[in-house]
């Protein structure tokens, strides 16, 4: 590896409850003089828990927002001695640093930009899924191994969606996943993992190795292949999308021994406030988006890709 240090073990333990009070108040106070970063007040809060989040109690939060809000402290005063502070700030920006941020929608209120949530479900509106929190439980398939996923059960052929914009890293058959695909961030800190799509008609068509995605766009389709060296064979019993999500510090943790996968019950609770609708073309019989999303991040790798060429 490059000789340069960098965080090799992440145990992500935020609740959805606090990441939504704390999106919250980044929200409100975006267009004011004090905007507050959510991502910093959750890495604030994990200094306190130790990174440990199962006795949040909202008045926590809401104490070190008043006193930045108040101005009397800033966040650099209020973390100085804070010995893990940037280890937390480091690791909760690398798994959340792309859910919020400006976008505009088009045709509306002459494309204004807004601000806010931008990351999505994995699950279309409308179609129903169950889950609980599975990471860690272990398979045997192959070998025994840890899952370090999080599996969302639901129906054939329900819309997956890109929770964030990126680009399309991998696509094709695994022996484990199935047909999957692996969309990196352009931050390349985030590599999403969905597997088990949909026996004969696992991708949208359009999809291919280096596709950029929009969040919010429809990736592929629920199913249940996998468990196989036999392409395009359903050997999973239940019907479900394994989501899964890799931090990326150095490139050599990408495929190795030393991955690190978080899990995603939480990310998933918080991020089922955003599912992206979806509709049929009876033609083609793909799924499609119904609402777009203009993402600046899409815009500024693209532009960056053409001056490439």
Not at 160 to 171: K, Q, R
Request: glycine content about 8%; hydrophobic content about 30%.
């Amino acid at each position: 590896t490059s000789g340069k240090d960098f965080i090799k073990w992440v145990d992500f333990k935020v609740t959805s409850e606090a990441m939504n009070d704390a999106y919250q108040y980044d929200l409100q106070s975006h267009d004011t003089d004090t905007p507050l970063d959510w991502v910093c007040l959750l890495a604030v809060l994990g200094c306190k828990y130790g990174g440990d989040f199962k006795n949040y109690n909202k008045a926590d939060l809401t104490r070190i927002v008043d006193k930045l809000l108040n101005k009397e402290s800033t966040l650099e005063q209020m973390t100085q001695d804070m010995k893990y502070y940037d280890y937390y700030n480091e690791v909760y920006h690398a798994v959340l640093g792309g859910f919020v941020g400006e976008y505009r929608i088009p045709g509306s209120d002459s494309e204004k930009i807004q601000y806010g949530l931008k990351a999505f479900s994995p699950i279309a509106k409308g179609f129903p899924y169950s889950d609980y929190d599975d990471f860690g439980s272990s398979r045997s398939f192959g070998y025994r191994r840890q899952h370090l996923g999080h599996d969302m059960m639901g129906q054939i052929g329900t819309p997956i969606i890109a929770v964030e914009s990126g680009y399309v890293e991998c696509l094709g058959w695994n022996r484990y996943g199935g047909w999957r695909i692996g969309i990196r961030s352009f931050d390349k800190k985030r590599y999403y993992y969905y597997a088990h799509l949909r026996q004969n008609f696992p991708y949208c068509k359009s999809l291919k190795e280096g596709s950029t995605v929009t969040a919010g766009d429809v990736i592929g389709y629920m199913g249940h292949t996998g468990y196989s060296d036999t392409e395009n064979t359903n050997n999973i019993d239940i019907i479900h999308l394994h989501f899964g999500l890799q931090l990326i510090f150095d490139e050599s943790q990408k495929d190795g021994n030393n991955e690190i996968w978080i899990s995603c019950y939480e990310l998933a609770r918080f991020l089922s406030q955003n599912r992206s609708e979806t509709v049929k073309d009876e033609t083609t019989k793909e799924w499609h988006r119904v609402q777009e999303l203009i993402d600046p991040s899409v815009t500024d790798f693209e532009s960056a890709k053409n001056k490439e060429k």
